[in-house]
């Protein structure tokens, strides 16, 4: 396996660490950085399993920092790049749409920036393909910027490559044609064959984008800068749009954790609107899964949706996190239910998403390991035996981990 020097933007916060988790661990000959600005979102503690690994390190930084983010490519030689760094709460969004325009617009161009400049700057080991003319032969045109070689890399190549993380948010809302939904409960696969769901129209890769809230308008214009950073420049590049995640070291101010832990502690459980729009959920390590096959095997230039044709009503999946808590906390059937508030919906709030992901189960054999009721019962099970990270979020000790812990190089302080 060769040597390879990877920056895994965001890898304190929830995908992120499990990405971080995945390749620290998978890959030992692999230089992994974790860059993260450690906003309310990052937590280093999420990773302690990993951080004293010796291919692992993290480094504190913004990518709105195109200096400090283009002198680490040099220092690091970085090759791959996986950029998961985003604000990514849409409530926040509405809130705030400029630090989401800043951060993930601006962010994400810092970061191309930067990787074109060094990349460019290399010679052939680092060259950058360029796909989009694809001609039968591989071809070098020495001297230019837009230098490339096509589809096959020489035996001293070294595939470079920035693969940016997006949502299924970006393509916007499908209709609701079957309210009460087509043969539930649904399974969890990769392939759309038989699968209705709510609804008959699915997010596909050639799905038109018409993002309707800050944050998807964000990602929107994130993806379309990394695009035109392949079509323009020839950068080697690889976007991804993923359905919702869950799992184990999310942030408890989305849904699942925030649930669970009011329905532990019988606080509120407030709903947006009657709780009927729907979404498709996919268990975080499957989306991790599925970022390790695509970076290592996906096409240059293409997108892939990474789904489970997993739709849920928010109520249904509430009532399911109800009946699992209470279960697994000895309550009686039905306790739990008294919690759930009704409230004024979001603004603009997407009626349904629902993602197809045939493309990437048949060209890169990816599949989703994880039934819902699997993930769900494994979800429930983590957030209450780890109360006290939780505890650490809620009083924001967690914030601290950072000084405690680490010199201002992201070294651990034991190193010392
Ligand atoms: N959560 C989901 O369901 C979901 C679904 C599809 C796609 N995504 C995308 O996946 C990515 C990760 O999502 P998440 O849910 O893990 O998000 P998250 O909010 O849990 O984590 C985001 C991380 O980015 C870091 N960050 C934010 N601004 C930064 C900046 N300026 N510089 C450096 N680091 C910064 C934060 O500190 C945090 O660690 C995002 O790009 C998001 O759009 C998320």
């Known amino acids: 396996m060769a040597k390879r020097n990877i920056v895994i933007t965001g890898g304190a916060g929830f995908i992120g660490s499990h990405v971080v988790r995945l390749f620290v661990n998978k890959y030992p000959e692999y230089n992994i950085i974790n860059l993260d600005k450690l906003t309310y979102a990052g937590n280093l503690a999420n990773l302690k399993d990993i951080e004293d690994k010796p291919n ?26 996986i950029h998961l760094a985003a604000e990514s709460h849409v409530d926040r969004s509405i809130k705030d749409p400029f630090t989401f325009a800043k951060t993930n617009v601006m962010g994400t161009l810092s970061l191309l920036q ?12 680092y060259k950058m393909v360029h796909n989009y003319q694809q001609s039968s032969e591989p071809e070098f045109i020495e001297g230019n910027s837009d230098s490339c070689h096509i589809d096959r890399l020489s035996d001293q190549s070294v595939d470079c490559r920035f693969y940016h993380i997006s949502t299924d948010e970006v393509y916007g809302a499908l209709k609701m044609n079957h309210p009460e939904g087509i043969e539930p409960p649904f399974k969890t696969v990769a392939s759309s064959e038989g699968h209705k769901a709510y609804g008959d129209e699915f997010f596909y890769e050639t799905t038109k984008y018409n993002p309707h809230s800050p944050y998807s308008a964000s990602k929107a214009s994130s993806d379309h800068f990394v695009r035109a950073y392949h ?24 849904l699942i954790p925030l649930f669970i832990n009011n329905i532990r502690h019988r606080k509120p459980l407030p709903v947006y609107g009657k709780g009927e729009n729907v979404r498709d959920w996919l268990y975080v390590e499957d989306h991790a899964r599925a970022i390790d096959i695509i970076f290592h095997n996906g096409k ?12 849920w009503k928010n109520i249904d999946l509430i009532k399911v996190m109800i009946k699992t808590v209470d279960r697994i906390l000895g309550n009686p059937e039905g306790h739990s239910l008294d919690l759930i508030t009704y409230v004024t919906d979001r603004l603009g709030h997407d009626a349904r998403y629902a993602i197809d992901s045939t493309k990437l189960q048949q060209e890169l054999g990816w599949e989703p390991s994880l039934q819902f009721e699997e993930g769900i019962e494994k979800t429930v099970r983590w957030y209450l035996d780890n109360q006290e990270w ?14 405690e812990m680490y010199h201002s190089n992201g070294k651990l302080k034991t190193e010392n």
């Not at 692992?56 to 040099?74: G, H, N, R």
């Not at 080697?236 to 408890?252: D, K, M, R």
């Not at 240059?300 to 739709?311: D, P, S, V, W």
């Not at 650490?392 to 950072?402: A, L, P």
């Open 114 to 125: 930067a990787a074109k400049l060094y990349w460019e700057s290399q010679p052939e080991p």
């Open 231 to 254: 079509d323009t420049y020839g950068m080697p590049t690889i976007v991804t749009n993923c359905s919702n995640n869950y799992g184990p070291y999310q942030f408890p101010e989305k």
């Open 56 to 81: 692992y390190k993290f480094v504190k930084m913004d990518i709105c920092d195109f200096e400090a983010f283009y002198q680490l490519m040099q220092d690091e030689k970085i090759d791959g790049i």
């Open 390 to 403: 939780m505890d650490n979020i809620t009083s924001g000790e967690y914030e601290k981990y950072y000084e």
């Open 300 to 311: 240059i230039a293409e997108t892939y949706n990474i789904g489970g044709f997993n739709e």
